[in-house]
């Protein structure tokens, strides 16, 4: 089945130092990726729709400065942290889109912890 | 944007009790999709509700769709510790590259 890998599972970074998570679909091309981020107990929330060769699509409040997104080839999307600060802290997920049919899902990372001290 | 509510936030239920979450829009849903996502893990595909009135069935799972495609529900049968973790409906926009919106989730515990 299709499989996305995301790196790293866990990192803790120093306030004002930049973060970088990967993305990769393993078995398959992915044309579109999303980013969320999720609190704890909380839903996900979409961040940005990452389009392989072309800029990447923000949600509305999300800071494209701060979260700055490449999608560099059909099976790498990176999202980095810039500038972290403790409020940055979440649970990071990436997920792509795998069209197999009508009943498809979207599969998802495993999620990049990221805690900022 | 589409927002879609999901109750309850949290169900403890004893092993072998039923459990139901439901999902409800104020706008009609293209398509609904449902995940489950285990303590400290990610979001993992259950199904996906199209038809209006639909009716789908995993096991112990039963998925429906209600007749206006503005609600939609997951009940599970007889739970098991197994089943613990947080079930998420979405709203899959009803594009091919549609981004998923996400209800706030049912947290469920299973006491054995």
């Known amino acids: 089945g299709a499989v996305v890998s995301q790196h790293p599972s866990w990192v803790i970074c120093k306030s004002g130092t930049s973060v970088k998570i990967e993305c990769r679909s393993l078995?398959?091309?992915?044309?579109?990726m999303f980013w969320y981020r999720q609190f704890p107990k909380q839903s996900l929330m979409l961040m940005a729709t990452?389009?392989?060769?072309?800029?990447?699509?923000?949600e509305q409040g999300v800071e494209k400065d701060k979260f700055l997104i490449n999608h560099a080839s059909l099976t790498l999307s990176t999202l980095t942290v810039t500038s972290a600060h403790p409020e940055d802290s979440s649970f990071y997920i990436c997920?792509?889109?795998?069209?197999?049919?009508?009943?498809?899902?979207?599969?998802f990372g495993s999620g990049t912890r990221l805690t900022v001290v | 944007g589409q927002q879609v509510m999901q109750i309850p936030q949290y169900q403890h239920v004893q092993e072998g009790e039923d459990f139901t979450t439901y999902c409800n829009s104020s706008?009609?849903?293209?398509?609904i999709q449902w995940y489950k996502q285990r303590p400290g893990g990610h979001p993992v595909f259950l199904i996906q509700?199209?038809?209006?009135?639909e009716v789908k069935k995993q096991k112990r799972l039963t998925f429906q769709f209600g007749e206006a495609k503005k609600n939609s529900s997951l009940h599970i049968t007889a739970t098991q510790t197994t089943d613990v973790g947080t079930y998420f409906c979405?709203?899959?926009?009803?594009?091919?590259?549609?981004?998923?919106?996400f209800g706030q989730g049912t947290i469920l515990t299973v006491h054995p």
């Open positions: 509700l199209v038809k209006s009135g």
């Open positions: 979405a709203d899959a926009g009803g594009t091919s590259y549609g981004k998923l919106t």
């Open positions: 997920s792509a889109d795998r069209r197999t049919g009508l009943n498809y899902g979207y599969t």
């Open positions: 078995d398959f091309q992915a044309t579109t």
């Open positions: 990452s389009n392989e060769g072309s800029k990447a699509t923000y």
């Open positions: 706008t009609t849903l293209s398509n």
